[in-house]
């Protein structure tokens, strides 16, 4: 369904329980539906400020120099404000008590997704700029399990070898489980792609979600692995939220939700929809408030959307 969204009106609040249970629900696992119920009545509401956008930013075109480009990327603001770093092909927050980005935001053109970038050329490597107590090394994945999941997708940036080479950072990767990075997670990243022939600028912001889970006791948990001898943390979930904008300068909005577990990639993407403010209130991060300072119409495509 599509819901209209206008200043000063913000969604009403919703079960957290709804990006848990998709993934739940999906993957068929065991916990019941009365484990999530009332999930969000039982967690604090901290009020978190609204972030503005740094400036007024225009839209990448075409032989613009990179700095601009990587400064598009920042059109409605930031999720948050904590150890912001630019690169070529993408902006970052990244967290050092997990090891991983917060988030990572990116713009995709269909002139990003194509040139001669070639990925065989392009290593997973250390981020020099983080300081070693607080980096991943790839020692820390060899044998864990898990894949160095993409945020920002390699294959988003075609369009420059130092773009791609960029994605490789271990700064943009999280653990994640390799049938969801090989299947699901990747088809979801192959929509986005496909989403530049509709629109006119799509953004996209990917990161780790560490989601509570009611345990024997009753009580509710915030629990997730850690690997290698940096303690890169395992995410529980995955987010990516989708900024779309058509020539007519109105904004959709869609927001995806799936669990770092096997899922079937033949399960619709749809089903993967939850509402943006079940990921706001787990990440910490604010979309909303940026993107309504910019557009006074804005649509929000929850499960079941046209």
Same mark, same amino acid.
């Given at each position: 369904? !599509?819901?209209?969204?206008? &200043? $000063?009106?913000?969604?009403?609040?919703? &079960?957290?329980?709804?990006?848990?249970?998709?993934?739940?629900?999906?993957?068929?696992?065991?916990?019941?539906?009365?484990?999530? =119920?009332?999930?969000?009545?039982?967690?604090?509401?901290?009020?978190?400020?609204? #972030?503005?956008?740094?400036?007024? /930013?225009?839209?990448?075109? @075409?032989?613009?120099?990179?700095?601009?480009?990587?400064?598009?990327?920042?059109?409605?603001?930031?999720?948050?404000?904590?150890?912001?770093?630019?690169?070529?092909?993408?902006?970052?927050?990244?967290? %050092?008590?997990? !090891?991983?980005?917060?988030?990572?935001?990116?713009?995709?053109? %269909?002139?990003?997704?194509?040139? $001669?970038?070639? !990925?065989? /050329?392009?290593?997973?490597?250390?981020?020099?700029?983080?300081?070693?107590?607080? +980096? =991943?090394?790839?020692?820390?994945?060899?044998?864990?399990?898990?894949?160095?999941?993409?945020?920002?997708?390699?294959?988003?940036h075609k369009w420059n070898q130092k773009a791609m080479e960029d994605t490789f950072y271990?700064?943009?990767?999280?653990?994640?489980?390799?049938?969801?990075?090989?299947?699901?997670?990747?088809? /979801?990243?192959?929509?986005?792609?496909? /989403?530049?022939? @509709?629109?006119?600028?799509?953004?996209?912001?990917?990161?780790?979600?560490?989601?509570?889970?009611?345990?024997?006791?009753?009580?509710?948990?915030?629990?997730?692995? #850690?690997?290698?001898?940096?303690?890169?943390?395992? %995410?529980?979930?995955?987010?990516? #939220?989708?900024?779309?904008?058509?020539?007519?300068?109105?904004?959709?909005?869609?927001?995806?939700?799936?669990?770092?577990? $096997?899922?079937?990639?033949?399960?619709?993407?749809? !089903?993967?929809?939850?509402?943006?403010?079940?990921?706001? +209130?787990?990440?910490?991060?604010?979309?909303?408030?940026?993107?309504?300072?910019?557009?006074?119409?804005? @649509?929000?495509?929850?499960?079941?959307?046209?």
């Open positions: 369904m !599509r819901r209209l969204l206008c &200043s $000063p009106w913000l969604i009403s609040g919703v &079960s957290l329980a709804v990006g848990v249970g998709v993934g739940a629900a999906l993957t068929h696992s065991s916990s019941s539906s009365s484990s999530s =119920s009332g999930l969000l009545h039982r967690l604090p509401i901290i009020p978190i400020p609204t #972030v503005s956008a740094k400036s007024e /930013l225009t839209p990448y075109h @075409q032989g613009q120099l990179t700095p601009s480009k990587s400064a598009a990327v920042m059109k409605y603001g930031f999720p948050s404000l904590s150890n912001i770093k630019s690169r070529e092909s993408y902006v970052t927050s990244y967290d %050092p008590r997990c !090891r991983t980005a917060a988030w990572v935001i990116e713009q995709l053109t %269909p002139e990003t997704l194509s040139g $001669p970038s070639d !990925r065989k /050329l392009c290593d997973f490597k250390e981020d020099d700029s983080v300081h070693v107590y607080h +980096r =991943s090394s790839n020692g820390d994945y060899r044998g864990s399990g898990f894949d160095r999941g993409h945020l920002a997708a390699a294959a988003n271990l700064s943009n990767v999280a653990p994640q489980n390799p049938h969801l990075n090989q299947n699901a997670w990747n088809n /979801l990243e192959k929509y986005c792609r496909s /989403l530049t022939k @509709q629109y006119h600028n799509v953004f996209v912001c990917s990161g780790p979600l560490y989601l509570p889970r009611q345990e024997l006791d009753g009580k509710m948990y915030v629990k997730y692995q #850690v690997i290698g001898k940096n303690h890169v943390a395992v %995410p529980t979930h995955f987010f990516k #939220v989708v900024i779309l904008e058509n020539r007519r300068g109105e904004v959709e909005l869609r927001s995806y939700v799936m669990p770092n577990m $096997p899922v079937d990639e033949k399960i619709p993407l749809e !089903r993967f929809l939850v509402p943006i403010e079940s990921i706001e +209130r787990a990440s910490g991060l604010l979309f909303v408030p940026n993107i309504l300072k910019k557009t006074n119409n804005l @649509q929000a495509i929850t499960a079941g959307g046209q």
